[in-house]
């Protein structure tokens, strides 16, 4: 814990940049002596050519993006709402719990899904994305997969003992957890003497974090004996611009929220 260690899933929107370069501009040079009609229509169009060319820069808006892919396109906004908003039916909202102990599963990821075999020769083929959930209520893997274009959701899975990579959610509230836990008093040590103040917020802290598995350690703490079957991270903490801090020694079990020390 006292370990300070050196550092080392959007969207991106480009604009198309119009700069008008290079633009000669005509200069009207006045011979002494009065000026005649053509001379004075000659300075008016330079003085106008001139103006032209100074204006600034206009930077164009990106396309609006379509409400629905194409082929192997990645989801539209529309496309990852529909898929959610269908995917939270048949009771899963109501019996379901998310990280906070809130009604409803704690979203993981949303993404589109390869395309069926049986449609693999078709001109279009249609577009299914997979939404993964975990319920800690039931302490539950549960995957859907909705078929955007009939608007069903066609298969639903739920599995005992998956563990996929945590949400940010999920690593922001083990590291709430771990502020509030006494076992977190060295963190906030860490962090107080790294930039001279209080730790009182996971939202002060950037972090990582992965799922500990009693499996892979065979001498931790009776504690946590059930991580694998429950959902436990270890979180790497980061002070904002500044050293990480190292609490991979502390394991976080999200299902019954307690901390537990390695070793």
């Known amino acids: 814990m006292r370990n300070l260690v050196r550092q080392n899933l959007g969207k991106v929107v480009a604009g198309a940049a119009v700069a008008l370069t290079g633009t000669a501009i005509a200069v009207a040079v006045a011979l002494p002596g009065a000026a005649g009609a053509g001379e004075r229509d000659a300075k008016a169009e330079a003085n106008a050519a001139a103006q032209q060319a100074v204006r600034p820069g206009v930077v164009e808006k990106a396309p609006a993006e379509g409400d629905k892919g194409v082929g ?45 075999p049986s449609e693999v020769g078709d001109a279009t083929p249609a577009r299914r994305a997979e939404i993964v959930y975990y319920d800690y209520k039931a302490d539950a893997l549960v995957t859907k997969t909705v078929n955007l274009d009939t608007g069903k959701v066609e298969d639903t899975q739920t599995a005992k003992g998956a563990q996929p990579p945590p949400a940010k959610d ?10 509030a836990d006494p076992l977190g008093a060295d963190l906030k040590k860490d962090y107080k003497d790294a930039t001279g103040k209080a730790l009182t917020s996971a939202d002060q802290l950037e972090l990582s974090g992965f799922i500990f598995r009693k499996a892979t350690a065979p001498r931790a703490p009776g504690a946590l004996a059930k991580c694998g079957e429950h959902r436990c991270l270890s979180v790497v903490s980061k002070v904002a611009n500044g050293p990480w801090i190292d609490t991979r020694n502390l394991v976080v079990d999200l299902s019954d929220r307690k901390v537990t020390k390695l070793g």
């Open 170 to 179: 999920e690593m922001r509230e083990a590291a709430e957890l771990l502020i």
């Open 72 to 116: 192997s396109d990645p989801l539209t906004d529309d496309e990852i709402k529909k898929a959610e908003q269908l995917a939270m039916g048949g009771g899963l909202q109501r019996s379901a719990r998310d990280v906070e102990g809130d009604r409803g599963p704690q979203h993981l990821s949303t993404n589109l899904t390869e395309v069926d």
